[in-house]
C-alpha cells in the first residue's frame, strides 16, 4: 500500500474517533467508564501511529539514513546509547526520590522499572553477542 493510500485511510479513521469522543461521556472517571471515549482514543491514536512508523521507515530506507554505514545510523546509536545511561540515572533519582516522599508501591514501581530496563539491556547484550558469533 502507498504511503499516501494509508494516510487516507488513517485520517478519517482518526476523525471518526473524535466524533466518538464528543459523544463519549467527559465525566467518566476513567477511560473505562465510558466505550465510546475509549473506542475513539483507540481509533485516534493507532492508526496515525501505524502510519506514521510505516512513512518514517520508508523514508529513512529511501534516503539511507538506516544503513550501517551512514551517519544518522551512528549518530543515533551513539544517542541511544547515552540516553540508556541517562534513563537508569533518572531512574535511581526517581527510586530515591519516591522512597522519601511516596508510598512504598511507588517506590517498588520505580525500583522494577530500573531492573526491567537494565535486565532488558542485558538480555540484548547477550542476544546480538550470540548473533555475532561471540
Known amino acids: 500500500m502507498r504511503t499516501s493510500h494509508m494516510w487516507w485511510v488513517a485520517g478519517p479513521l482518526a476523525l471518526g474517533g473524535l466524533v466518538l469522543q ?3 461521556n467527559a465525566e467518566a472517571d476513567n477511560p473505562f467508564q465510558d ?3 475509549l473506542l475513539g482514543m ?3 491514536i493507532l492508526p496515525l501511529t501505524l ?3 510505516v512513512t518514517m521507515r ?3 530506507d529511501v534516503s539511507g539514513e538506516s544503513s550501517p554505514d551512514s551517519v544518522e545510523f551512528r549518530a543515533a546509536q551513539q544517542a541511544r546509547s547515552k540516553a540508556y545511561g541517562d534513563a ?5 533519582v526517581l527510586f530515591l526520590l519516591l522512597t ?3 508510598d512504598t508501591v511507588a517506590a517498588l514501581t520505580a525500583m522494577a522499572f530500573m531492573t526491567l530496563a ?5 538480555i540484548r547484550y547477550r542476544l546480538a553477542l550470540r548473533a555475532m558469533g561471540a
Open 51 to 53: 502510519a506514521l512508523n
Open 100 to 102: 522519601i516522599v511516596a
Open 35 to 37: 466505550p465510546l471515549g
Open 118 to 122: 537494565v535486565g532488558a539491556f542485558w
Open 42 to 44: 483507540l481509533l485516534v
Open 88 to 92: 537508569v540515572i533518572l531512574g535511581a
Open 58 to 60: 520508508r523514508r529513512r
Open 22 to 24: 464528543g459523544f463519549g
